[in-house]
């Protein structure tokens, strides 16, 4: 399984941007998909996700309400809108794959990594 994650860019605070995570898989709706950032200097971290069959949803408290994941099968492609974006929003977020997996936050449950896509949001 190969993810690549696109969208990323530079944006002004309050902006949106949507990225995309493409995966390279026969059976594309058999895994759940997760988001996760990283920014400089810190961990990695949880931001979202979506089940294998798209019927629930889970997000990290910090972007709740400004997030939204979503996934099109036929595309082999997940999403995740960002709305009212924030300098702290700043970070690489990559997309992962867990199979037949539900809305996880815990990343040693996810069997496939993309490589990143890099958000910056200026004040």
């Known amino acids: 399984v190969q993810l690549q994650a696109s969208g990323g860019g530079l944006v002004q605070a309050g902006g949106s941007l949507r990225l995309s995570c493409v995966a390279s898989v026969f059976a594309f709706d058999d895994y759940a998909i997760g988001w996760f950032r990283q920014a400089p200097g810190k961990e990695r971290e949880f931001v979202a996700a979506i089940s294998w069959k798209g019927g629930s949803t889970y997000y990290a408290e910090a972007v709740k309400g400004r997030f939204t994941i979503s996934r099109d099968n036929a595309k082999n492609t997940v999403y995740l809108q960002m709305n009212s974006l924030k300098p702290e929003d700043t970070a690489v977020y990559y997309c992962?794959?867990?199979?037949?997996?539900?809305?996880?936050?815990?990343?040693?449950?996810?069997?496939?990594w993309g490589q990143g896509t890099l958000v910056t949001v200026s004040s």
């Open positions: 992962a794959a867990d199979f037949l997996g539900s809305t996880t936050s815990q990343q040693t449950r996810y069997d496939y």
